[in-house]
């Protein structure tokens, strides 16, 4: 049976429902696919995706998110691809929309990551399993927020994804919604992630700078240097995932961002 959906860049899509043989090209998407339980559909996944460790054994890994193996995709006869606006390039998807069915998330808030799961799931079969994992996110980051105004958490915060040059998220990402929720402000105005120099960061005084485990794996070491280079300013080392992941790791990311909160006062 053929039935048709309506991604998230507007842009419809048919498949064969619901579908047999499935490829994620985003690492957050392909966690949130065997958490529906679409274990054995899944037959395609990217070098990036590590979660969940014991079911990505047996899957055929189809290059990096941008740097995609399009023959061994061809070789998988996929009847549905599902990738992501930021994660993926433009020339391969459009590449890939030729020949296969191709489903795009575009995230930029956590109600976007949930109407993305809902959507995702309709077009699998899973919808009650996505609507008890937007239940748990949604009252999830409904607790944080009351926990932030309880714990009076007002700073500001500045969110490193990158060094050499130094990189920060910016507003109109995920990264920067799920910051708020917890009740901080980020001191970037530039949209997406613009570079900057320690000399600016230190002139702009933000009351907490977090180091992401990802993209750019920061260390200790790192947040050595940087204490010298803007002294006066907590640094802090954050788990990426938990900040930019936005299918069901969301769930765990309430569990560790109540953790992480009181150390924000």
Same mark, same amino acid.
């Given at each position: ?10 842009? =419809? ?29 899944? !037959? ?17 890994? !189809?290059?990096g998110t941008k740097k995609l193996d399009i023959e061994l995709i061809r070789n998988l006869q996929p009847d549905l691809i599902i990738g992501n606006?930021? =994660? ?11 020949? #296969? ?5 575009? !995230?930029?808030? +956590?109600?976007?990551a949930m109407t993305m799961i809902s959507q995702i799931a309709e077009m699998v079969d899973r919808q009650p399993e996505a609507a008890y994992l ?9 607790? +944080? ?7 009076? /958490?007002?700073? @500001? ?16 990402? #995920? ?17 997406? *992630? ?5 000399? @600016?960061?230190? /002139? ?5 700078? #977090? +180091?992401?485990?990802?993209? *750019? ?28 992941? *936005? ?8 569990? *560790?961002? #109540?953790? +992480? ?5």
């Amino acid at each position: 049976m053929h039935k048709t959906f309506t991604d998230q860049l507007n842009k =419809e899509v048919t498949i064969n429902y619901p579908p047999k043989r499935i490829i994620s090209l985003v690492p957050s998407q392909t966690e949130l696919l065997f958490e529906l339980g679409l274990k054995d559909e899944v !037959v395609g996944i990217t070098k990036f995706c590590v979660h969940p460790v014991a079911q990505l054994k047996s899957k055929t890994k !189809v290059g990096g998110t941008k740097k995609l193996d399009i023959e061994l995709i061809r070789n998988l006869q996929p009847d549905l691809i599902i990738g992501n606006k930021e =994660e993926n390039t433009e020339e391969q998807i459009e590449l890939l929309s030729r020949e #296969f069915p191709v489903w795009m998330s575009d !995230v930029a808030n +956590l109600e976007e990551a949930m109407t993305m799961i809902s959507q995702i799931a309709e077009m699998v079969d899973r919808q009650p399993e996505a609507a008890y994992l937007n239940h748990l996110i949604n009252a999830g980051f409904t607790d +944080l927020q009351t926990l932030a105004l309880q714990l009076g /958490i007002d700073k @500001k915060v500045a969110y490193l994804i990158w060094k050499d040059p130094y990189m920060l998220a910016g507003r109109d990402t #995920f990264i920067n919604d799920i910051l708020t929720k917890i009740g901080l402000t980020n001191i970037i105005r530039e949209s997406r *992630y613009p570079e900057i120099d320690l000399e @600016k960061l230190l /002139i702009m005084q933000p009351d907490l700078i #977090f +180091l992401s485990s990802e993209p *750019y794996p920061f260390k200790e070491k790192h947040m050595d240097e940087l204490k010298q280079a803007v002294p006066g300013i907590k640094i802090m080392l954050v788990d990426g995932e938990m900040f930019a992941w *936005y299918g069901s790791r969301l769930v765990k990311a309430v569990q *560790y961002l #109540f953790q +992480l909160q009181p150390q924000l006062k």
